[in-house]
Structures are given as structure tokens and as C-alpha cells.
């Protein structure tokens, strides 16, 4: 299996710009959860879908961030319009849930912004 | 709200010497806790993932113990080598959430030759 893919790898925009990250989960995989990393605020969950439905949207910083999960293969999360304070590392994880039983997260590569 | 806290922040030992990693977290209703490595510029790879049911969890050189009840984690890796030099990180799922993790902030471990 190729893991979880993301694309890109790094986007360099200036501030204003729309951005789109995208992602695509291991095959069979039912959960997507994108995180977002800085030195001064860590790991932090944005958003999670659970068979393609977003399940929890309350670290979504604000309503210039959106994230989309359009099918089982494919996830974007677009931020516009883009502000310095949005550079960092961003993530895409998923995991298998089968009723109860919550699986492994797996993390893509991650996309470095770097928003100018 | 659960709080993960991992301390030290950083740790520094000799090749050879066991290393000893500690995560705690504020609410013991958890579904399952996750160890992960972060080498720089990389993702997260996952280590161990135990049970809420278990108490511990091995890997080869990884042993990783669970204490709900003191909302304890510990992650031991004997015999350190170079390339156990990363971060590494807990992450906790609570029994009222769907699989997010709430994650600590990470111990960055240097193993020097």
C-alpha cells in the first residue's frame, strides 16, 4: 500500500491567496482527520470525517479554513484568503473504525505552507 | 477538556542506555493510547497502540505500559541506538469521541554515540 498521500509536499503563496491542500487515505480506511503542526501550539486536530461525513469541526481555527471529503479516496481542506499566521505543517491521517473498534492513525507526509 | 503532558520537553543519553518517556493525561475515560515517532520534516509513525483494556504493549526494543487509573503512560525503549534520535509523541482517545486523539507536545530524544 502507498500510504497516505498528500500533495503537495510544500506551497509557497502570498497572503490572500486561496490554498488547497489535498489528501488521499489508505485504501479501506473510513476516518480522515487533518491536523495542523507549529513549534508554538503543537499537533492540532482540525477536522474529522467518518465515512466521508465530517464528524468534528471545532479546531477548524476559522471560516476561512474548510475542509471537504467528496468520497471514500479523496479529501481537501482550502484555506482562503490565506494569512501569514497560517504557515505551518499540515497532515492528513487515517485510520480504520469498525464499530467500536477505533484503529491505528496512519499520517501522510505532510504539506509544508509557507504563506508570505 | 483532556490534557496530554509529556516531560522532559527534551533528553539526552548516551548510545546503549535505556530511555524512559512519559505521558500523562488529565481524564482516565480514554479508549485506547498511541505512541509515535517524528523524524524532522517527516510525519508520524506509529509505534505501539494499546488498549484501555491493556496494561502493556511491546515491539521488539519497545515496550510501552498503561495505568488508566494514575493517567500514566510509559514508553521504554532499551539498548538506545543513533537512530532512535526523533520525537516522540502520545496521543490519547477519549470513550466520548469518535477516534481523535488529543495529542502531548512531544519529547525530543538525542542518542549520542
Known amino acids: 500500500d502507498a500510504g497516505v498521500i498528500q500533495s503537495p509536499r510544500h506551497e509557497v503563496t502570498e497572503m490572500g491567496q486561496e490554498v488547497t491542500l489535498r489528501c488521499k487515505p489508505i485504501?479501506?480506511?473510513?476516518?480522515l482527520f487533518w491536523y495542523r503542526q507549529t513549534m508554538m501550539r503543537g499537533l492540532e486536530l482540525l477536522i474529522y470525517f467518518n465515512n466521508n461525513v465530517p464528524i468534528d469541526d471545532s479546531g477548524m481555527p476559522e471560516d476561512r479554513f474548510s475542509a471537504k471529503m467528496p468520497n471514500a479516496s479523496f479529501s481537501t481542506l482550502k484555506i482562503q484568503p490565506s494569512e501569514p499566521r497560517d504557515s505551518a505543517v499540515y497532515f492528513c491521517?487515517?485510520?480504520?473504525?469498525?464499530?467500536?473498534?477505533?484503529?491505528?492513525?496512519?499520517f501522510g507526509p505532510g504539506t509544508r505552507l509557507t504563506v508570505l | 477538556k483532556q490534557e496530554v503532558t509529556q516531560i522532559p520537553a527534551a533528553l539526552s543519553v548516551p548510545e546503549g542506555e535505556n530511555l524512559v518517556l512519559n505521558c500523562s493525561f488529565t481524564?482516565?475515560?480514554?479508549?485506547?493510547l498511541q505512541w509515535f515517532r517524528q523524524d524532522p520534516g517527516k510525519g508520524l509513525t506509529s509505534l505501539l497502540l494499546?488498549?484501555?483494556?491493556?496494561r502493556e504493549q511491546t515491539s521488539g526494543r519497545l515496550n510501552a505500559s498503561l495505568d488508566k487509573s494514575s493517567g500514566r503512560s510509559t514508553l521504554y525503549i532499551a539498548a538506545s541506538q543513533p537512530g532512535d534520535s526523533a520525537t516522540y509523541l502520545c496521543?490519547?482517545?477519549?470513550?466520548?469521541?469518535?477516534?481523535?486523539?488529543?495529542f502531548g507536545a512531544g519529547t525530543q530524544v538525542v542518542v549520542t554515540p
Open positions: 496521543a490519547v482517545s477519549s470513550t466520548d469521541s469518535w477516534g481523535k486523539f488529543q
Open positions: 494499546i488498549q484501555s483494556s491493556q
Open positions: 491521517a487515517s485510520s480504520l473504525r469498525q464499530g467500536a473498534v477505533r484503529d491505528t492513525q496512519y
Open positions: 481524564d482516565s475515560a480514554i479508549y485506547n
Open positions: 485504501s479501506g480506511h473510513n476516518s
